[in-house]
């Protein structure tokens, strides 16, 4: 069975995660810890980053070299900027973007991608559509656009005129840049704690722990669909 890097930007975010699992290991690797188990029982490492681009980067590059996780999932809370978007709705990334990156920066040069966006994978979209028809929560689907500032009111029509996303956060592009290079798949699953009506930091940390909770247990959900197609390892007596 695959081992699933959870990634998550904040202490409130990754806590209903570690309270359904199992931990069998705690590592401590560049002031961060890395706790190792099972989630229901779904082989994973899970971590919370800090805030921004390079502690999230810094965290997801670990997941992979060190921790040798197949698949991440970047969960937790984001801004909804899409004027459609209510609170609590939980935006899943089709594809995610840099709101403060000048696009030419990864078009021509490294990594050369053929546009600014990163792209989710298609087999975890797959499963978390699947997984969203019956979800008990409302789920969207489409772009996350990722900035070090938090978005007040005079960005937002920058934002949305420039990159059309659904939401807004500090992390989702730079994990999925660090999977883009490293060929891993990736998803971002992001519960909205504050939107145009409901905006600013108070109503981010109002909402912070039941959004929190709600992405967690849609990323759940939607990586149990998503092993469901997973084979099981080939055993040693099992023809090549």
């Known amino acids: ?5 959870i990634l998550c930007a904040s202490d409130t975010e990754l806590a209903p995660f ?9 590592t401590e690797k ?26 999230a980067a810094i965290a997801a590059e670990l997941l992979m070299e060190a921790f040798s996780v197949d698949t ?5 809370t984001a801004g909804g900027i899409d004027p459609g978007i209510k609170l609590f709705d939980t935006v899943i990334a089709e594809r995610s973007v840099y709101h403060d990156v000048a696009e030419d920066i990864l078009t021509e040069f490294h990594p050369w991608m053929p546009s600014a966006d990163f792209p989710s994978d298609k087999g975890l979209l797959s499963a978390a559509k ?11 689907f489409g772009r996350i656009a990722t900035g070090e500032p938090f978005i007040e009111n005079k960005d937002r029509e920058r934002i949305l005129r420039k990159h059309s996303p659904l939401a807004v956060d500090m992390e989702t592009a730079a994990v999925a840049h660090a999977c883009y290079v490293n060929g891993v798949p990736f998803l971002s699953v992001r519960s909205i704690t ?10 981010f940390e109002k909402n912070c722990a039941c959004a929190s ?14 092993l469901k197609e997973t084979p099981p390892p080939a055993s040693p007596s099992d023809p090549l």
């Open 213 to 226: 909770e709600i992405a967690a247990e849609v990323t759940l959900g939607l990586l149990r669909e998503y």
């Open 1 to 5: 069975m695959k081992k699933v890097g």
């Open 72 to 76: 991440v999932v970047n969960a937790g």
């Open 30 to 55: 560049a002031l961060l810890k890395f706790y190792e188990g099972t989630i229901r029982q779904i082989p994973a490492v899970a971590v919370y980053s800090g805030v921004c681009k390079v502690n």
């Open 18 to 26: 570690l309270k359904a699992m199992e931990i069998g290991r705690v």
């Open 194 to 203: 504050d939107t145009g009506e409901d905006s600013g930091v108070e109503a």
């Open 130 to 140: 699947r997984y969203a028809e019956s979800a008990p929560y409302p789920v969207l």
